[in-house]
Structures are given as structure tokens and as C-alpha cells.
């Protein structure tokens, strides 16, 4: 009995520009993510250990009639302004985007999920007071 193959999910790809160009959706997130780990006071993106490979699993896009709608989700550094931060982080993201692949944004959404304590004077006091 021959065995049935199962398919492959093909990755999802963009076709969004007049000449054919067609630009895999993870592209457009490692695009992303690299701009907002620009930003000062980003500690990470994404909720994965820092420095790791897949910080682009931290972004995710949509694309809504020809512009992208941007979710960016990151981690800031203790004592830093976070409105601050995630306007510079919106501002950064859109910019890298629209420069680099020619897509106009629409949205970038920022999420903050967690606060860094890592090498603030207050954390390593709190650390060892007991």
C-alpha cells in the first residue's frame, strides 16, 4: 500500500508591489524587530531569551488593502521612559519597513510585555537584601 505524503504548509509570501516582487511574511517581521532592538531602551523583543535567533517571532504583520498593520511586542529597560520608548520603537519600525521593502505601514502596535531589570543598581540591591 503506497503511503500518502502530506504537503508541506507553504510559508506565507506578499505580492504586493505592481512588478511581482513577492517577500516572504517573516522577512518582513526579522525587518521589524531588527529596527526596534535599534531603539535605546529596548531590552528584547519577543518573550524568548535575548539575543536568540527567532526575535522575529516578537512582530507579527498584516497587510490590509496594500500597507501593513505592524504588532510589535517588546521588553524595555528598567527606569526608561516606556511612552517614550514604544513612540521611538512605532516611529523606527515604520521607517526600517517602508524604506527597506518599498511596503507603506499603516500601524505599528506596540506591545509592552515585560520590564528589565538586568544590571540596575535597585535590582541587584533588592537581589541581595534578604
Given at each position: 500500500?503506497?503511503?500518502?505524503?502530506?504537503?508541506?504548509?507553504?510559508?506565507?509570501?506578499?505580492?504586493?508591489?505592481?512588478?511581482?516582487?513577492?517577500?516572504?511574511n517573516?522577512?518582513?517581521?526579522?525587518?521589524?524587530?531588527?529596527?526596534?532592538?535599534?531603539?535605546?531602551g529596548?531590552?528584547?523583543?519577543?518573550?524568548?531569551?535575548k539575543?536568540?535567533?527567532?526575535?522575529?517571532?516578537?512582530?507579527?504583520?498584516?497587510?490590509?488593502?496594500?500597507?501593513?498593520?505592524?504588532?510589535?511586542?517588546?521588553?524595555?529597560?528598567?527606569?526608561?521612559?516606556?511612552?517614550?520608548?514604544?513612540?521611538?520603537?512605532?516611529?523606527?519600525?515604520?521607517?526600517?519597513?517602508?524604506?527597506?521593502?518599498?511596503?507603506?505601514?499603516?500601524?505599528?502596535?506596540?506591545?509592552?510585555?515585560?520590564?528589565?531589570?538586568?544590571?540596575?543598581?535597585?535590582?541587584k540591591?533588592?537581589?541581595?537584601?534578604?
Amino acid at each position: 500500500m503506497a503511503e500518502k505524503k502530506v504537503a508541506k504548509p507553504v510559508k506565507e509570501t506578499v505580492d504586493y508591489t505592481d512588478d511581482g516582487v513577492r517577500i516572504s511574511n517573516d522577512v518582513i517581521c526579522v525587518v521589524g524587530a531588527l529596527a526596534a532592538t535599534e531603539v535605546d531602551g529596548v531590552y528584547n523583543v519577543g518573550s524568548g531569551p535575548k539575543g536568540k535567533k527567532n526575535i522575529y517571532k516578537g512582530v507579527k504583520v498584516k497587510l490590509q488593502d496594500n500597507s501593513a498593520v505592524c504588532d510589535v511586542s517588546i521588553s524595555v529597560k528598567f527606569g526608561e521612559n516606556i511612552k517614550e520608548v514604544a513612540g521611538n520603537v512605532q516611529k523606527n519600525v515604520k521607517r526600517s519597513i517602508e524604506s527597506m521593502l518599498g511596503l507603506k505601514v499603516n500601524i505599528v502596535n506596540v506591545h509592552v510585555i515585560g520590564v528589565d531589570f538586568e544590571g540596575s543598581a535597585g535590582a541587584k540591591t533588592a537581589v541581595t537584601m534578604k
